[in-house]
C-alpha cells in the first residue's frame, strides 16, 4: 500500500514528537531520580552533622572529666539538658561524671531515674553497679551488674565490673574467673588484665619463703630468711603468720610476726600485730604495730585511677633502746600497672645512755609493667630513700645518715607462682656502704 507525501510528513512528524517527549521523560526522570539522591544525602550530611555534634560534647566532657573540671563538665551537661530536655543519654552523662567527681547521693537519684527510663540499656546498670560498688553495697551491686550481664553476657567491659565486685567481696577465685572471661571476650582489654594480674591467680591463701643477704663494708655479711602465710578468709577478715632467721656477724637470732586485718566498707582496712622472738642482742625482742589504709578510686578513665593512704605506728622493744616508728604513705594509681608511692617516717629513739631523740626519713617508688603474655607476666619497680636512724633490724644500733638507691622485678610464670628479686645499696655517713639483693617465691592457693 502506498501512502502519499502528506502522510508520510505526518508520520515523521509523529516520531519526531514521540522522541520529544521521550527526552523530556528522560530527563524530568534524572531530574527528580538526582533530586532524591540530593535529599538523601543532606539527610545523611544532617545525621553525621548530629553524629558529630554528640560525639564533639561528649569528648569535651571526657577531657573536662579528666582534667577534673566537674563544673565545666555539669556546664556542657545543661547546655545539652537545655537543647535535648528529657534526653536519657544526657541523664547519663549527669550520672556519670557526679559518679566520678564523688557526689554519690546525687548520682544514685540520677542512675535510679536513668534505669526506670531506658532499663534495656546494660550501660545503664553497669554505672548503677559502679556507684553502689564505691559505696559498699556490695549485694546492690551484684544485683546491679548481674541485670546487666542479663541484657548483654559479651561484654568485657561487663565481665570486668562483675571481676571488681566480686574481688571487693574477697571471692577471688570467681573474681579471677570474670575476669578470664573478659579477656576471652577481648584479648586486648587493659582492664581485664590488670584485674586479673590484682587477683594473683584467684587464691585466697599465699605461701612465700624468702632469703635476703647483706654486705657492709666494714662488718661481716647477714643473712636471713624467712617464711610467710597471708590468708584472706573472706571479705572482711585476713590473717599473716611469719616467722623470720637472722644469721648476725656469726650470731643467731629469730622472731615469730603474727597480724590480723579488718576490711569494712567505707572505713578501709585495719591492721594490728606483732612479734616476739630470740634476739640475743642483735634483734628486738618483741614488737607491735600497726596500720590503717583507705583508698579511693578516682576515674575508670582518666590518668590518676585511685589513691591510697596509709598510716602506720610500730614499737620495737631492744635490749638496750626503745624505738617508735610512725609512718605515712600515700600511693597513686595510673593506668595499665603503673603505680607511684611516696612516704615519710619519724622515728622515735630512746638508749638507756642518752634521751629521746627523733629521726626522719622519706622514700618513694615507682612500680610498672615490663612485659606480659597469656599468664605470665614481668613487671618492676625502682625506689629511693633517704633519712637519718638511730637503729634499725640488721645491725644499725647507733645514729647514721644515708641514701638508699635499688630495685627489683616480679616474673609470673604460672597463675599459682612467681618469683621476686631485689638488690639495692645504701651509702651511709662515715664512709659506710651496705649492698643487699634478695628474693622470694611465691605459691597462691
Same mark, same amino acid.
Given at each position: 500500500?502506498?501512502? =502519499?507525501?502528506?502522510? @508520510?510528513?505526518?508520520?515523521?512528524?509523529?516520531?519526531?514528537?514521540?522522541?520529544t517527549?521521550l527526552?523530556?521523560r528522560?530527563w #524530568?526522570?534524572?531530574?527528580?531520580?538526582?533530586?532524591?539522591?540530593?535529599?538523601? /544525602?543532606?539527610?545523611?550530611?544532617?545525621?553525621?552533622?548530629?553524629? !558529630?555534634?554528640?560525639r564533639d560534647?561528649i569528648?569535651?566532657?571526657?577531657?573536662?572529666?579528666?582534667?577534673?573540671?566537674?563544673?565545666?563538665?555539669?556546664?556542657?551537661? !545543661?547546655?545539652?539538658?537545655?537543647?535535648?530536655p528529657? $534526653?536519657v543519654e544526657?541523664?547519663?552523662?549527669?550520672?556519670?561524671?557526679?559518679?566520678?567527681?564523688?557526689?554519690l547521693d546525687?548520682?544514685e537519684?540520677?542512675?535510679d531515674?536513668?534505669?526506670?527510663?531506658a532499663?534495656?540499656?546494660?550501660?545503664?546498670?553497669?554505672?548503677l553497679?559502679?556507684?553502689?560498688?564505691?559505696?559498699?553495697?556490695?549485694?546492690?551491686?551484684?544485683? &546491679?551488674?548481674?541485670? &546487666?550481664? %542479663?541484657?548483654?553476657?559479651?561484654?568485657?567491659? #561487663?565481665?570486668?565490673?562483675?571481676?571488681r565486685?566480686?574481688?571487693t567481696?574477697? %571471692?577471688?577465685?570467681d573474681?579471677?574467673?570474670e575476669?578470664?572471661?573478659?579477656?576471652?571476650?577481648?584479648?586486648?582489654?587493659?582492664e581485664?588484665?590488670i584485674?586479673?594480674?590484682?587477683?594473683?591467680g584467684?587464691?585466697?591463701?599465699?605461701?612465700?619463703?624468702?632469703?635476703?643477704?647483706? #654486705?657492709?663494708?666494714?662488718?661481716?655479711a647477714?643473712n $636471713?630468711?624467712?617464711?610467710?602465710?597471708?590468708?584472706?578468709?573472706?571479705?572482711?577478715?585476713?590473717?599473716?603468720?611469719?616467722?623470720?632467721f637472722?644469721?648476725?656477724?656469726?650470731?643467731?637470732?629469730?622472731?615469730?610476726?603474727?597480724?590480723?586485718?579488718r576490711? @569494712?566498707p *567505707?572505713?578501709? &582496712?585495719l591492721?594490728?600485730?606483732?612479734?616476739?622472738?630470740?634476739d640475743?642482742?642483735v634483734?628486738?625482742?618483741?614488737?607491735?604495730f600497726?596500720?590503717? $589504709?583507705?583508698?579511693?578510686?578516682?576515674?575508670?578513665?582518666?590518668?590518676v585511677?585511685?589513691v591510697?593512704?596509709?598510716?602506720?605506728? *610500730?614499737?620495737y622493744?631492744?635490749?638496750?633502746?626503745?624505738?617508735?616508728? #610512725?609512718?605515712?604513705?600515700?600511693?597513686?594509681?595510673?593506668?595499665?600497672d603503673w603505680r607511684? =608511692?611516696?612516704?615519710?617516717?619519724?622515728?622515735r629513739?630512746v638508749?638507756?645512755s642518752?634521751g629521746?631523740?627523733?629521726?626522719?626519713s622519706?622514700?618513694?617508688?615507682l612500680?610498672?609493667?615490663?612485659?606480659?603474655?597469656?599468664?605470665?607476666?614481668?613487671?618492676?619497680?625502682?625506689?629511693f630513700?633517704?633519712?637519718?636512724?638511730?637503729?634499725? %633490724?640488721?645491725?644499725?644500733?647507733?645514729?647514721?645518715?644515708?641514701?638508699?638507691?635499688?630495685?627489683?622485678?616480679?616474673?609470673?610464670?604460672?597463675?599459682?607462682?612467681?618469683?621476686?628479686g631485689?638488690?639495692? %645499696? !645504701?651509702?651511709?655517713?662515715?664512709g659506710?656502704?651496705?649492698?643487699?639483693?634478695?628474693?622470694s617465691?611465691?605459691? *597462691? /592457693?
Amino acid at each position: 500500500m502506498r501512502v =502519499s507525501f502528506k502522510g @508520510q510528513a505526518r508520520i515523521v512528524q509523529m516520531v519526531r514528537e514521540r522522541r520529544t517527549c521521550l527526552r523530556w521523560r528522560t530527563w #524530568l526522570s534524572v531530574g527528580v531520580i538526582a533530586a532524591m539522591f540530593g535529599v538523601v /544525602f543532606l539527610c545523611a550530611d544532617g545525621a553525621r552533622a548530629a553524629k !558529630q555534634d554528640d560525639r564533639d560534647w561528649i569528648a569535651q566532657i571526657r577531657k573536662l572529666a579528666a582534667a577534673q573540671d566537674w563544673d565545666g563538665a555539669m556546664k556542657v551537661i !545543661q547546655q545539652q539538658t537545655d537543647a535535648r530536655p528529657g $534526653d536519657v543519654e544526657v541523664r547519663e552523662w549527669r550520672a556519670r561524671v557526679l559518679t566520678w567527681s564523688g557526689k554519690l547521693d546525687e548520682a544514685e537519684k540520677e542512675w535510679d531515674a536513668v534505669v526506670k527510663l531506658a532499663p534495656e540499656d546494660p550501660d545503664n546498670w553497669m554505672g548503677l553497679a559502679i556507684l553502689y560498688r564505691r559505696e559498699g553495697r556490695l549485694e546492690d551491686a551484684d544485683r &546491679a551488674i548481674d541485670r &546487666a550481664l %542479663e541484657l548483654d553476657p559479651k561484654r568485657a567491659d #561487663l565481665r570486668s565490673e562483675k571481676g571488681r565486685i566480686l574481688r571487693t567481696e574477697g %571471692e577471688l577465685r570467681d573474681a579471677r574467673a570474670e575476669f578470664q572471661r573478659a579477656l576471652a571476650l577481648d584479648p586486648g582489654s587493659d582492664e581485664a588484665r590488670i584485674g586479673l594480674n590484682s587477683v594473683q591467680g584467684g587464691f585466697k591463701n599465699e605461701l612465700r619463703l624468702g632469703q635476703d643477704n647483706d #654486705l657492709f663494708n666494714f662488718t661481716d655479711a647477714n643473712n $636471713d630468711g624467712w617464711v610467710s602465710l597471708t590468708t584472706r578468709w573472706n571479705s572482711h577478715w585476713g590473717t599473716n603468720l611469719a616467722g623470720d632467721f637472722f644469721q648476725r656477724a656469726g650470731v643467731g637470732a629469730g622472731k615469730f610476726v603474727g597480724s590480723v586485718t579488718r576490711w @569494712q566498707p *567505707h572505713w578501709g &582496712a585495719l591492721t594490728i600485730g606483732g612479734a616476739e622472738g630470740k634476739d640475743n642482742g642483735v634483734i628486738p625482742r618483741s614488737e607491735a604495730f600497726f596500720d590503717y $589504709d583507705h583508698g579511693w578510686t578516682v576515674s575508670e578513665d582518666k590518668m590518676v585511677r585511685g589513691v591510697e593512704l596509709t598510716y602506720g605506728q *610500730h614499737w620495737y622493744w631492744y635490749s638496750t633502746a626503745r624505738i617508735l616508728t #610512725l609512718n605515712g604513705t600515700s600511693i597513686f594509681y595510673f593506668p595499665k600497672d603503673w603505680r607511684f =608511692s611516696f612516704g615519710l617516717t619519724g622515728a622515735r629513739s630512746v638508749f638507756t645512755s642518752t634521751g629521746v631523740d627523733w629521726k626522719p626519713s622519706g622514700m618513694s617508688r615507682l612500680d610498672f609493667p615490663v612485659t606480659h603474655w597469656k599468664t605470665r607476666a614481668i613487671s618492676g619497680n625502682v625506689f629511693f630513700a633517704a633519712g637519718t636512724e638511730d637503729f634499725g %633490724e640488721i645491725d644499725q644500733i647507733g645514729s647514721f645518715a644515708s641514701q638508699t638507691y635499688g630495685g627489683g622485678l616480679r616474673y609470673q610464670f604460672t597463675p599459682r607462682q612467681d618469683v621476686t628479686g631485689l638488690a639495692y %645499696e !645504701q651509702r651511709r655517713t662515715q664512709g659506710r656502704t651496705q649492698t643487699s639483693f634478695g628474693f622470694s617465691y611465691g605459691i *597462691h /592457693f
